[in-house]
């Protein structure tokens, strides 16, 4: 692509967009204040992608439909902001029965049918519906009535003119066994015979959409770029209504270009990749971004701008220039506010969100869900406002925990626990916090479901102090992929920490923490390493780091407590410090430790039939106590094992082989002792679960004596 060099500038208005994203932000164009606006946006807050609409004020979040059939999912909104379109089905936005509504959910009716993926763009006076249909284009009343066919030869893509009369697209003129083409710009009156105003040459390619025939908003010119096969007269292009001055302002095309006109039809918006260039009919042009993200709008009065970048939001002048980036993390999807002084847009986690083009008063209008943002309304919604979503979690008591689906892992570090839920219909991951006899606290992104998923793929969780860390995996065509995620009480927001392609384990990661030290194993180098996380002169993602070995010995971590680090490899077992600086290592003939846990300044081991207890600076065994059959060492703390298997769970004192047995529900259990007691969880026959809290003085109590 070569931009023409021209001289000449002139200020930039309008609303920049490409395809259906355009389409249905047009309704941000209506003028007026902020009081009263309703921001349209689809959501599947609670399973079921519907469509709402929220006040920009903080007026409560209201669906437009009531729930149940048909699935509608918004298409285009009328530039007034009075009138929606929709496709339903269960394909949907492509193909599906296209209905219309007014914007605050009355009047619904079924207008057409959508066959094959295409545009929905209503008439600049918002009277009419044109799609693409059945072999052409159709169109239909925004009140659903009087559909009827424009064409008849497949068009794909098309523009309104600005007085809603008359329809631009490009037509496939003859058809060769060796091209297609050539092609035709044509003009089409809603009543009258059509004309083609420029004849193009053949295409190596059927589709039409490439073209992206538009008129300008002035009415004065038509633009397309042109991708026939001599190449040398590709790229894009304007021409007046009736066929005269063409000519070329941009020479090229890789095929990848989008593009849209100014309000006042004087300048085009190009987008080419990440960069954002401007250019006026002439030619004359200059660039505003190279790193653009695909959303770009004009304010309605055509004074400021607004866009992108992987940085943040950008407001400037309408000619692109005083440029302020905000530090607003915004999506693709930008519209302004009718007032002109107000931006809504789709933030990070798919949240809806208004910030005032100054920058000042951000506001998220939504706190649920993955959502879309669909443009802008005066007209409030008629039913009642959302119920919110029952909770996935609640406080039963001072030492219960009930929970929707079961635990998937659970972890403890002093007077606190952390645990993972499995997913449910509204939320599919998040970390609870939880002291016992306070509130829980969430960790993690906001609530969203994840249709179809039934695991989060956590496994491990580690509390380490106030933060938590997590590794998530799975696989893919044999290959297995992890990320490492942590998030702490002050900043639940998680933050990646690693992530790669290793071999498939039930224990990806290694993870593993105790107060300050967190430490886990980056295996995704030759020889893997042994990372420490929250300290050191390096970064893993978005946390301070330090690697503290690599080879033989860094790998693979079983166990962290205090300033000590457990690595078990088949037939040893070595201690490092919190430095990686080798304590001792441990030797075991026959190899069947099949777990080591640090115990203060005690190394604890299951082996095939015994629980052995090592002191670390010595190397002495110090007592031995039988494992119970089919049980695994899950924790050790204060000479006090836990073990346990599906259905039960045992608290076994190494020093006398006093135990009790936990059989509280139905698996998966886990458990994690600390100094103040035994967090545990289980499965409930209704398929939620429980998060118990034993005190250390009772679980003394029932072992039959104290300490």
Known sequence: MKLLAVAGLLVLCGTFGFSRAATVGEAASAAGATAGDWVLLSSNRDGKDRVYSVGANGEP?????????????????????????????????????????????????????VPTAGLEVFSPNGKFLAFTGKRGIWIVGSDGRGLRRLTSTGEEWFDWSPDSKALVFLRMLTRTFYSDGPYGIVV??????????????????????????????????????????????NGLTLVRPNGTQRHRVVIGTDGEEDYQWSADGRWL???????????????????????????????????????????GLVVGRADGRGLRRLHVSAGAELTWLPDARHIGFAGDYRQIWVVGSDGQGLRRLTNEGANSLVGWTRLPPVLPPAPPNPPTERV?????????????????????????????????????????????????????????????????????????????????GGDCYFDVASATLTDPVPVEVASGQVAC????????????????NDETHHLPWLVRLGVGSRRCGGLPCATLRTGAQAAPVDAASGALIAVKRLGTVTVLNDQGTIVRSFPFSPADVSAARLDGGHLVVARSYTLESYDVATGTLERSQPLPAGYQLADVDGGIAVLRRAQSIIVLRLDNGASLRLAPGQPPMFADLETPGLYYSYATGDGGGRVVFLSRADLLQQLGGSR
């Open 61 to 113: 979040l209201t669906p437009l439909f009531a729930p149940g059939p048909p699935r509608l999912v918004p298409v285009a909104v009328s530039r007034n902001g009075r009138t929606i379109a929709y496709i339903a089905g269960r394909d949907a936005p492509d193909v599906g029965p296209l209905y219309v509504s007014r914007a605050d959910g009355t009047g619904l009716r079924r207008a057409g049918y």
């Open 188 to 233: 089409k009156p809603l009543r009258g015979k059509s004309r083609v105003i420029v004849r193009t040459g053949p295409h190596d390619d059927d589709h039409t959409f490439e073209y992206q025939p538009q008129w300008s908003p002035n009415g004065r010119w038509i633009s397309y770029i042109n991708h026939e096969e001599k190449t040398r007269l």
């Open 269 to 311: 918006a190009l987008l080419d990749g990440a960069e954002l260039d401007y250019i006026r009919p002439n030619g004359a042009w200059h660039k505003i971004s190279n790193d653009a993200l695909g959303s770009v709008a004009w304010s309605p009065d055509g004074k400021k701008l607004a866009f992108s970048e992987s940085k």
């Open 396 to 476: 039963l008591d001072a030492n219960t925990v009930a929970t929707s689906t079961p635990v998937e892992d659970l972890s403890a570090d002093g007077p606190r626990v952390a645990f993972v839920p499995r997913p449910t219909l509204t939320d599919c991951f998040h970390v609870v916090a939880w002291s016992p006899g306070g509130a829980l606290e969430r960790l993690g992104n906001l609530p969203a479901p994840c249709p179809g998923q039934t695991t989060t793929g956590v496994k491990p969780l580690v509390l380490a102090g106030t933060r938590a860390a997590w590794v998530s995996s799975g696989g893919e």
């Open 505 to 520: 384990g039930p224990d990806t990661g290694h993870l593993r923490g105790d107060g300050d030290l967190l430490v886990f």
